[in-house]
């Protein structure tokens, strides 16, 4: 069981998503992941949710969860539209402005694979990405492809 994570610009053109999805499928069929967690920020992690949503029709055995950065609950940072979500143990000791960085940092650490969309070295998912290099994950970038 393998598990791969994504980080992408807010801003992330939605012409990718045919891209990302022959991206998560090779995933699937050639290094066997099976899990996937992506996050709730951003054009970049609504592609990929919706991508997620309908490769799972293709394969019902993977699983996807979207990891939140906060507490669940009527604020602005929750939706009802994530019921397969989950939260990291410990964030809710985490100053709000640390938040999305911790709750990255977890999704590096649980996943073997991350697909990214960075088109410039600036900004969280830059970082993020460059991050989970350092740490030996396997990073496959959808803008160099």
């Known amino acids: 069981m393998r598990t791969c994570t994504f980080f992408g610009h807010k801003d992330s053109p939605s012409a990718i998503a045919d891209s990302l999805e022959k991206l998560i499928i090779q995933l699937i069929s050639e290094e066997n992941v099976t899990n996937f967690y992506v996050g709730n920020q951003g054009q970049f992690d609504a592609i990929a949710r919706r991508v997620l949503k309908d490769v799972k029709k293709q ?5 996807y969860a ?3 950065a906060y507490l669940p609950g009527n604020n602005e940072y929750y939706n009802e539209n994530y019921p397969d979500s ?4 410990g964030l809710e000791n985490v100053p709000k402005k640390f938040a999305i960085s911790k709750r990255n940092e977890w999704m590096i650490k649980q996943s073997d694979f991350v697909i990214s969309y960075v088109t410039h070295n600036t900004g969280g998912a830059a970082k993020f990405t460059e991050t ?4 030996g994950k396997t990073v496959f970038n959808l803008a160099d492809m």
């Open 66 to 68: 979207v990891v939140l």
């Open 59 to 63: 394969f019902p055995d993977i699983s």
């Open 86 to 89: 989950v939260y990291p143990e």
């Open 132 to 135: 989970a290099r350092k740490r």
